[in-house]
């Protein structure tokens, strides 16, 4: 393998004045058989629900190589099998993928890797590109636009079945079919327990259903 010119593990490498272009694609290689984290990306805490988040403590040009997501390389099957094992864990850490068949990668063992914090959004501004390199595939994450420092990086999962996708839609949906007991456990991720606000508005409703009521019974009790 051919080191590419521009790449050092100083801050010059992420530092758009001083660095000159390094080709996304090699710089990808680069990093990916280096089994390292390029500079320029902190893990941050964001909320109880999300958990951690990937912020950029670099500039990052748009279509630049950012991370590559590393994990244990597993079966579908395994999978599976790890997932219901794992079914009451708040984060899932798998990557599906195809390459000659179907792959998952499985980060939940390398929590010092820092792909495997970054988020999910449909507005990202990064996407994950699989890149073959001496015939063995990667997960590449690049920039999709200028990412400045501070920004939180995000990728599209590609799944709208993910609960925090679903959550606000489908509870609202089933808000009008089902009964919603009083529950105090908070949990974002049960799509049948809407959450406080959902709640009260929920009573918002049912009162104005009782208003109409009575103003109907006070039409006819006039006619
Ligand atoms: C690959 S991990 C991302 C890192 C994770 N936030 C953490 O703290 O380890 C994927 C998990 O993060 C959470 N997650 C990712 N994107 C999210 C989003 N937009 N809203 C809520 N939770 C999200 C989900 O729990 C998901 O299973």
């Given at each position: 393998?051919?080191?590419?010119?521009q790449i050092s593990l100083n801050k010059e490498a992420v530092n758009p004045m001083k660095?000159?272009?390094?080709?996304?694609?090699?710089?990808?290689k680069f990093w990916?058989?280096?089994?390292?984290?390029?500079?320029?990306?902190?893990?941050?805490?964001?909320?109880?629900?999300?958990?951690?988040?990937?912020?950029?403590?670099?500039?990052?040009q748009?279509?630049?190589?950012?991370?590559?997501?590393?994990?244990?390389?597993?079966?579908?099957?395994?999978?599976?099998?790890?997932e219901r094992k794992r079914r009451k864990k708040k984060h899932s850490y798998m990557?599906?993928?195809?390459?000659?068949?179907?792959?998952?990668?499985?980060?939940?063992?390398?929590p010092e890797r820092m792909c495997r914090y970054v988020n999910d959004d449909k507005k990202a501004n990064a996407t994950m590109k699989?890149?073959?390199?001496?015939?063995?595939?990667?997960?590449?994450l690049f920039a999709l636009q200028d990412i400045h420092i501070g920004e939180e990086i995000r990728y599209d999962y590609g799944d709208e079945n993910?609960?925090?996708?679903q959550h606000f839609h489908k509870t609202k949906m089933e808000m009008k079919t089902t009964e919603v007991t009083d529950d105090d456990d908070d949990d974002p991720f049960d799509l049948k327990k809407p959450r406080f606000s959902e709640k009260k508005e929920q009573c918002q409703s049912k009162a104005?259903?009782?208003?109409?009521?009575?103003?109907?019974?006070?039409?006819?009790?006039?006619?």
């Open positions: 393998m051919t080191k590419p010119v660095a000159k272009r390094i080709r996304p694609d090699e710089d990808a990916c058989q280096a089994g390292l984290d390029k500079d320029g990306f902190e893990k941050r805490f964001i909320n109880n629900t999300i958990g951690f988040g990937v912020f950029t403590t670099a500039f990052f748009k279509g630049a190589f950012l991370l590559e997501y590393v994990g244990n390389r597993i079966s579908e099957k395994e999978a599976e099998i790890r990557f599906h993928f195809k390459w000659n068949g179907k792959h998952v990668v499985d980060a939940t063992d390398v699989l890149k073959v390199f001496n015939n063995y595939p990667r997960l590449c993910v609960p925090w996708r104005k259903v009782s208003c109409m009521l009575e103003m109907i019974d006070l039409v006819m009790m006039m006619t």
